[in-house]
Every structure is written in C-alpha cells, then in structure tokens.
C-alpha cells in the first residue's frame, strides 16, 4: 500500500485502487425525464432522494456485468426534506406522521436500495459533507473480497428552505451550500479487480487541516503522491461547491472515458478538511 | 483479518461519566431512566429517558452531542502517551449529531421569520460531519469517517476502526458512538408508538417498546506498531465485524432474523469463532415486542442452543448511534472482570422468547458477541475476545 506524507509529519496511507465496473447520473435539471424510470410503487409514495437513488442505482447496475453485494450511500444532508416535514407535522399540529420519521434517517436511501434490489451484505451510509464520495470509496476499500462489488451512491437534494437560508448563513455554510442547486444521484459499481477490469478510483481522506488553505492542502497532498506531476489537478475553489462536483466529474471523465490520471480535490468547510478522489483511465 | 487489540475505552451515560461508573451501575442493574426534563417533548407525559445529568464541560464544544463525544474520547485516550508519532483517525457514529440546534433553530423560524438572521450560527453544526471535525480539532487527529446507520451504526464504526488498523491506513483509531437526546427522536419513536411509557424492559412478557437515551462511547484501536510505542497493554481485541441487511422492511425486522444471523455469522467467521467458542451476547435487547422476538430467532438459528445473553437497555437507555459502542465497551469492561451484567427491566419470561436474559454471575468471558440493528433493515455485529485471546 503506498504512504505518503502529509502535514505534521505523520504519515497517511491512501487506499487500495477499486475499478469502476459501471457509473450512471440522475441530474433533475438536466434531464425532466427521469422520473419515468421511477416504478410506480415509489412513484406514489416514496421520497425524491429514494427516487433520484433508485433510478441512478438501477441504471448503473443495469449496465453491469456483476451484481452488487454491498450499498453505500455518500450524503451530506441525507433526506432533508423529510425531517422539515416531519418537524412541520409536529409543529402544525403536534403529529409528525412515522412515514416522514422512518425516510428522514440518513441511511434511509441505503435500507430501500437494499431492499428494492434484494443486496443483502454491508450497508453503509457516510456523511461527510462534500467529501462523502472520498468516504464511501474508502469504507468500499475497507470491505471483505466477498463483499465485493460494491454499490456506491453519492446523493443529495436541494429543498427550498435551504434557498431561503443561504444568505443569512455564515460565510463557511455559504460557501457550502449557496452553490448546491445541483441535487441528484450518481451511482458507481466498484470492484477490488485491478488490471484489466476498467478505470481504477481511489480515495484520500477525509483529512482534517483545521485552518490551512485547502487549495495548498490539497496540492501538497497530491504531490506528494504523484511526485511526477502527471495528475490533472481540480481543486475544491474550481469546483461550482456543491456536494456532488466529485461524484458528478468522475462520472462525466468516466463516461468520456478521458485517459490520464485525473485528482478531484473536495473541501468541507463545516469539517474543515479535504478529501481527493483519484481516477486513472 | 487480524484480532485488533482495544487499547483505551471511554464511556458517558445516564449512570456517569466515565467507564468505572457506568460499568459498576450496570452490575447493581441500576435503572437509568426518569422522566424527561431537559426539555419539553410536547408530549402528554414526558417520556421515561436515561439523560446524563452534567457533561464535563469541554472546550468550546457546539452541542451537546459534542461535548459527550469528546468527554468518551478523550476518556478513551488520557492514558495512552507518546502518541505523537503515531497517526490518528476517528470513525464517528452519529444520528442526531447537531439535530438538537436545529429543530430548536427551525421551530423559532416558523414563529418568527426575523429569526432567519441567526440561521448561520445555529446550522453551523448541522451536518454530522461538523461533529467529526470538530473532534479531529479538539484530538488532534488526522483523519476521520462519519457513519450514519441509524441504530447499528456504533457497530459499523467499530468495524470500520478495525479495518483502518489493520490495513496499516492509521497507526490508532478510535471509534466514537455519540448521540443525544432531541425532539426529532423522541417524536418520532412516539409517533410509531414505540415507546414504552413505563419504562422498557428487555425480554419481558410485559415489555412494550424501547426507552430512549443520551451518551457517548468510544474504543480506541491501536496497530502493532502503536502498541510498541505506547507501551499500553491491549484492554481486549476487536477480533470480527459482520454487517448485512434484511431487504424486508423499513423499520420492522425479519422475524425470522434472517438478516441479524448473516451478520452475526460474518463477524464469526472473520473472528475465527466457532458458536460455540461465544460466552456472551451482549444482544441489542431495545424491548420492542418484534426486535427481542427477531433477535432471539436470529440467534437460535446461528447458536441452537442459545449462550448467556443480557440487555443494558434498560440502564443506559437506547442510545442510538452510541449504543453499539457504549455497549461495546461494558463488554470489554465484562471481559476483563469475568462478570455476566444483569439486564435491568427483566421480570417474567416471555413464551414467544422462551429464553430469559442470565443472572449477573462471575464466569471467565473469553469471547463476547455484540449485536445491533437499525432502521433500513440494517445489522451489525462484533466480536469482543479477551485480551489473552490475541
């Protein structure tokens, strides 16, 4: 496993690479059409984020030539809308309804998939702010050969009282959420197989730097892994700062099938620390 | 898989504030549980809840969720020196992280929209990773997870832990359960009547639902290399994790257990336990009439006949994403006292069951099973083998 060095002096380990057998997107605003792909039964009664999941899970595993055997699911916010309404209901007239309760945990998204798709091993959910996808491929990178490959899902939804707050936010909330319009789903199928079974993803992080710049952080860390320079660099201020950059730029490189060594770098402002997502094709 | 060694614990519950308190209330089979008054549910009664009385007060901590995960963990690390050297990660198991502000912050909103302007200091510390920059900060620590599983995630954290250590990624890690009580729980557990208003009890023939409760565990796991330079004796090992999911049902268990025992089986495997080799089930007992049912079905199809079982359910409260890890290290605190805990709550055995929770005993422990499951159909399992077991 390769080491590097990062600051403080204390040495971090990346983890193994997973190869991407298969990866599909929900955008909503790109695409009006895509609750068509949403079965009726969740169509009538199942939250948004569900749907977004499913749809995007569906696709990606439609498209692979190996069922899953584990799910996990990076959110930063998890099913937002359903805790407002579940506090609505017990606000308005002191009766939250149980359906609101049971969907607004975060690992609600994770228990249907699992449930729809009858995937019966590990069933994780990681909630790291925008560095959740770096999570979720390290938890990926840290299952058993048996519980291989594995659903991984990065999701989030935008709801309109997070629009009403942005502009009251602190400057560090602001940054984090006043970009974050781009809700939807992107779902990768990830494999330990290296070699010749597809474009290989790794993670570093989540990493705590406190108050360090973490565009210097960020560098500094990927230089130290790649000393060669040969990495195309995209750091957390070249993002457009919403939860899903990374997920959704590994998915676009991937489905461009753009070679090289691509590293895209993710700042929490509310953890303060950074991730990178590494993806050689 | 490697037997990773536990080398610091850390525990704050309604029975105290370190792990020698605690362990020592659950030995007497102290109920843990009052009414609720660290604020108004809004709920006709106020529900019975373990609440922990007074929290150490800890630097600058945004919540209450924070200030008892940072009193577990740094429990879990006062004893372990020269650690400077070493590289450290924290696994965070949390449900409710900065719920408490929030609810409060989004119910003064509603009443008032002038309120808005306070929207950035009160949701600074909403999204669960807060929690665990905020303890990277006050830990010094490098590198973290946050886990969201609902009530098995303590669990999951402890695996996780296990895997960091053992793949070289950190030299210590420490798994951190933390959670506290709000209104979006206590709400939500009464609005799908699971609560018992008198109080839970785990196996019983009466028991009629779960009791809620605050509080923070944490396990600190150390490499090879951690353990030579710190010098620190192993507590015990963390020598398995299973996880799995029934793909039945949102919030009901498989009543078989059909799920619960895939994990469990797993966590033996990667232990290298036969069923017989399990002393203890430290079970997830919440007292619900369907999850004591499933748990105890999922157990006799992976046992047959069933081992000394017991639920801190009624002492500590269920404390969601903290549970599994508090109730992971009274185990360890079992293993290295050679005593079965009582299970507070427990009075008449129940037919459907037809197993009772053991009698608090001495008896030489050297492999503890731990169990949890959560919403989403979500279980988890460890084992916790004695320090000679390494």
């Known amino acids: 496993m390769p080491r590097l060095f990062f600051h403080m002096r204390i040495v971090v380990s ?40 499913y749809v995007a899970a569906a696709r990606a595993m439609k498209n692979c030539p190996e069922e899953p055997n584990s799910i996990i699911i990076a959110t930063a916010l998890g099913a937002l809308d359903e805790t407002k309404n579940f506090l609505d209901g017990v606000f308005t007239d002191g009766l939250g309804s149980p359906r609101n309760f049971i969907a607004s945990v975060h690992n609600s998204m994770a228990g249907k998939l699992a449930q729809e798709f009858k995937v019966a091993g590990p069933n994780l959910t990681l909630c790291d702010g925008h560095n959740s996808l770096a999570s979720a491929i390290g938890a990926c990178a840290l299952l058993k050969n048996e519980d291989l490959p594995a659903l991984v899902v990065a999701v989030d939804e935008n709801i309109e009282l997070l629009d009403r707050l942005i502009p009251y936010l602190s400057s560090e909330c602001k940054q984090a959420l006043e970009n974050n319009k781009q809700e939807g789903a992107v779902a990768f199928v990830l ?86 997502v590494e993806l050689c094709q | 898989m490697a037997h990773v060694p536990v080398i610091g614990i850390g525990a704050i519950s309604s029975l105290g504030n370190n792990v020698r308190q605690g362990f020592n209330a659950i030995l007497e089979a102290q109920d843990g549980i009052s009414p609720l008054y660290l604020f108004d549910s809004g709920l006709k009664t106020p529900p019975l809840c ?70 950035g200091r009160e949701l600074a510390f909403h999204e669960p990773t807060a929690l665990s920059g905020f303890l990277c900060g006050a830990l010094n620590a490098h590198g973290f997870y946050t886990l969201s599983t609902a009530c098995s995630t303590g669990l999951h954290a402890i695996g996780m ?65 951690a353990l030579r330079v710190t010098g620190v004796r192993p507590l015990a090992f963390v020598s398995g994790w299973g996880a799995s999911a029934d793909c039945y049902h949102m919030t009901a268990p498989h009543p078989g257990g059909a799920g619960a025992a895939l994990a469990v089986r797993a966590a033996l495997k990667e232990a290298d336990c036969q069923p017989a080799d399990i002393d203890l089930i430290a079970t997830h007992g919440t007292a619900t009439p369907d999850n004591d049912v499933a748990e105890i079905n999922a157990m006799r199809t992976v046992f047959g006949k069933l081992p000394l079982f017991c639920s801190m359910k009624r002492s500590i409260g269920h404390t969601l994403a903290a549970s599994g890890v508090l109730e992971a290290v009274f185990s360890v605190c079992a293993l290295q006292q050679g005593i079965v805990p009582p299970t507070a709550g427990f009075a008449q055995p129940d037919e459907k069951i037809n197993a009772a929770p053991a009698q608090v005993q001495r008896k030489e422990l050297r492999h503890v099973l731990k169990n949890s499951f959560g919403f989403g159909g979500n279980n988890a399992a460890i084992i916790l083998s004695h320090a000679d077991c390494g």
């Open chain 2, 50 to 119: 373990a609440q922990v009385c007074t929290i150490p007060v800890s630097d600058n901590a945004p919540n209450r969720t924070a200030s008892l995960a940072l009193c577990a963990a740094r429990e879990s690390l006062a004893h372990i020196e020269k650690r400077q050297s070493l590289s450290l990660a924290i696994v965070v198991a949390t449900t409710v992280a900065g719920m408490t502000r929030s609810e409060r912050f989004y119910k003064q909103l509603r009443q008032d929209p002038g309120h808005i302007e306070n929207a």
């Open chain 2, 161 to 225: 832990a296990k895997r960091l250590v053992e793949t070289g990624a950190f030299d210590l890690c420490v798994a951190i359960g933390a959670d506290t009580l709000s209104l979006l729980t206590i709400r939500g557990f009464s609005s799908l009547l699971l609560i018992d208003p008198s109080g839970c009890k785990p196996f019983d023939a009466q028991r009629a639902g779960i009791s809620l409760g605050e509080g923070s565990g944490a396990l600190c796991l150390a490499s090879q290399k």
């Open chain 1, 14 to 53: 990346s983890m193994e690479y997973l190869s991407i057998l298969s990866a599909s997107a929900v955008l909503p605003s790109q695409e009006a059409t895509w609750t068509d792909e949403v079965p009726t039964t969740l169509k009538r009664r199942d939250p948004r984020i569900w749907q977004m999941s």
């Open chain 1, 191 to 276: 494999h330990n197989k290296g070699g010749n079974h597809g474009p290989l993803v790794r993670s570093f992080g989540p990493l705590f730097i406190g108050s360090r710049e973490p565009d210097k952080s960020c560098t500094a860390l990927i230089q130290s892994q790649n000393p060669d320079g040969q990495t195309a660099v995209s750091l957390p201020s070249r993002t457009d700062g919403s939860f899903l950059s990374v997920p959704i730029s590994i998915h676009e490189l991937f489905r461009a099938r753009s070679s090289g060594s691509f590293a895209l770098c993710s700042f929490s402002p509310s953890s303060k620390a950074i991730a990178v």
